[in-house]
C-alpha cells in the first residue's frame, strides 16, 4: 500500500477507536451517575406519590441510559447486518431528542411555577416548545430520508469485521440547533426574570420573608439557571464541531452530550425535591410561615421546645411563632413517606401565599 493510503487507513482506525473510547466512557459516566443517585432516587421519587414529573424523570433518567447503551453496542459491535445497523441507527437518532424533550418538559413546569402559575407564561411557552418539537421532527425527517445504511468492512487487512455505518448530509444536522438554541436562550431569559422578580418581592416584604425567600431564590437558581446556561454552551459547542469537524468527531461529541441531557435532567427533579422535603426549623428558615417576636413576662414553662423542632408560643425573650414550624423529615430512611403536609416547602412557595399550600405538588 501507498504511504497516502496507509495515512488515511491509520486515520480512520484513530477516529473509530476514539468513537469506541467515548462512547464506552459516555456509558460508564452516566451509569455511575445513576448509582450515586439511586439512594435519592430510592427516597425522592419511589417512595413519594407518583406526578407528571416522576414520568418525566423516569423517562428522561432510564431512557437516556438505555440511548447511551444502545449507542455504545452499535459503535462497538463489529458483526451487526445492514437492518440491524439500520433499526440501532434509528434509536440513535431519535433517541437523545425524547431525552432532551423530557428534561424541557420539567424544566417548563418549573418555569410555570415560578411564574406563579400564571396562564400568559403558560401560553407563551407552551407553543414555544411545540415549535421546537416540530422543527427538530422535520430536520430529521429529511436527514434520515436521504440517508443510507451500510455495514462497511473495517479497512484492516486479514480482518472480517464490520461496521454500521450511513451515507448522509450531516451538514444537516447543523439547522437542528437553530430552534434549540432559540428555545433554550428565551427560557434562559424567562428564568433570569422570573427570580428577579422574586428576589425583589422578597426584600420589600421584610427580614423573615426576604431570608425565606432568598433560600428558595438560591436554589433555584443554582438548578434552573444552571440548567440553561449549559444547554446554551452545550448547543454552541456541537454547532461549532459540527460545522468545524469530520462527521465522524461528531460522534465522539453526541455520546456525551446524551449523558450531560440525562444527568442534568435528572438531578434537577433529584435536587429540587430534597430542598423540599428538608426539615425547616427556626435556625434553618426563620419565619417560613408566620412571623417571630420577642415577647416577655411568661412563666418558664412556655419557654419549653417540644422534641420535634417547634417553639410554643411565649417565653421570656423567646421566640414567639404564630403557626408551629415544620417537624422534621426523617431523611435517612428506605421506609416508604407519606405525602408532605401542607406546611411543607413546596413550588407554591415561591410565591410565599399567605395562608393556603397545596401538599404533594412538585415540579
Not at 452516566?30 to 439512594?39: M, P, R, T, V
Not at 421566640?319 to 403536609?341: A, D, R
Request: proline fraction near 5%; charged fraction near 15%.
Amino acid at each position: 500500500m501507498e504511504a497516502s493510503a496507509l495515512e488515511a487507513l491509520f486515520g480512520t482506525i484513530g477516529i473509530l477507536q476514539a468513537s469506541k473510547y467515548s462512547q464506552v466512557a459516555a456509558v460508564v459516566l452516566s451509569l455511575y451517575d445513576h448509582a450515586l443517585s439511586f439512594d435519592d432516587e430510592i427516597r425522592l421519587v419511589w417512595n413519594k406519590p407518583f406526578s407528571i414529573v416522576s414520568y418525566l424523570y423516569f423517562v428522561n433518567r432510564y431512557l437516556g441510559d438505555l440511548v447511551i447503551i444502545f449507542d455504545t453496542i452499535l459503535y462497538v459491535n463489529t458483526f451487526f447486518t445492514v437492518e440491524q445497523c439500520r433499526a440501532f441507527l434509528q434509536i440513535s437518532i431519535w433517541g437523545p431528542f425524547v431525552v432532551v424533550w423530557s428534561t424541557q418538559l420539567i424544566m417548563q413546569l418549573r418555569l410555570y411555577a415560578m411564574f406563579a402559575k400564571s396562564k400568559k407564561i403558560l401560553c407563551i411557552i407552551a407553543p414555544l416548545l411545540l415549535a421546537e418539537i416540530i422543527g427538530i421532527i422535520v430536520v430529521l425527517v429529511l436527514f434520515i430520508r436521504n440517508m443510507e445504511y451500510t455495514n462497511v468492512p473495517i479497512p484492516v487487512p486479514g480482518l472480517d469485521y464490520h461496521m454500521c455505518g450511513a451515507v448522509a448530509n450531516e451538514r444537516l444536522l447543523t439547522a437542528l440547533y437553530v430552534p434549540l438554541s432559540c428555545y433554550e436562550l428565551i427560557m434562559f431569559a424567562l428564568a433570569i426574570g422570573a427570580l428577579v422578580k422574586k428576589y425583589g418581592a422578597g426584600r420589600k416584604g421584610g427580614i423573615g420573608r426576604g431570608a425565606s425567600l432568598n433560600a428558595t431564590v438560591n436554589m433555584l437558581l443554582q438548578s434552573s439557571i444552571e440548567y440553561f446556561f449549559v444547554y446554551l454552551v452545550a448547543c454552541a459547542v456541537a454547532l461549532g464541531m459540527y460545522l468545524g469537524l469530520p462527521s465522524a468527531y461528531s460522534e465522539i461529541l453526541n455520546s456525551f452530550l446524551t449523558v450531560a441531557s440525562t444527568i442534568v435532567g435528572s438531578r434537577l427533579v433529584l435536587n429540587f425535591r430534597a430542598y423540599n422535603y428538608q426539615p425547616q426549623t427556626a435556625d434553618s428558615l426563620p419565619s417560613a410561615r408566620g412571623p417571630v417576636s420577642l415577647s416577655s413576662g411568661e412563666s418558664s414553662s412556655n419557654r419549653q421546645s417540644s422534641s420535634a423542632g417547634t417553639l410554643r408560643q411565649g417565653g421570656a425573650y423567646g421566640l414567639s411563632v404564630s403557626q408551629p414550624l415544620k417537624p422534621p423529615v426523617h431523611w435517612n430512611t428506605w421506609e416508604p413517606m407519606s405525602p408532605p403536609p401542607e406546611s411543607y416547602i413546596d413550588m407554591e412557595d415561591v410565591d410565599l401565599p399567605s395562608s393556603s399550600y397545596k401538599a404533594g405538588e412538585d415540579v
